[in-house]
């Protein structure tokens, strides 16, 4: 298996969709309810790839099959130097190291940018691989919010982990 992390491109949005849409539907890493379509997803993405917002890919022998991107955290001006970390690996793939290289190319990115203060990562609740991953890269836990999401049928919890930069 040759895994390749690189700046993601325009050209990968159609499979970065595919990607995102698998779990709006399938799981509750993300609250989103509604499958995303390419032109929603193509905004998305022209919002990053700059220093202070990376989008990176995996490509597994040639084919995206992860991602990882830096967001604003929120609209208000004070939160300028704080994003929140997305990750995304085809469900094929997890457990073979993708995530952690994706993170670990995130992190350095948001480093040597000098733009960043902390990266927040808001996790469902349950999600311990997830957990896992995030300890693992110096992320503290920050706090629990229960019951605000609903997904598939149950309200959810989100777990929000934070690492400064």
Known sequence: MLVNIRA???ADVPRLTEIYNAEVLGSIATF??????????????RAHGTLRYPLFVAEVDGRVEGYAALSPYRPHDAYATT?????????RWRGNGIASRLL???LQQARASGELHVIVSVIAGGNEASVRLHERFGFRYGGTLPQVGFK??????????YVFV
């Open 8 to 10: 993601g491109k325009e």
């Open 32 to 45: 989103d309810t509604v499958e995303r379509t390419e032109d929603e997803r193509l905004q998305w993405f």
């Open 83 to 91: 994003a929140e970390l997305s990750v995304y690996v085809d469900a």
């Open 104 to 106: 670990e190319a995130v």
């Open 152 to 161: 598939h049928g149950a309200y959810r919890d989100i777990v929000q982990y």
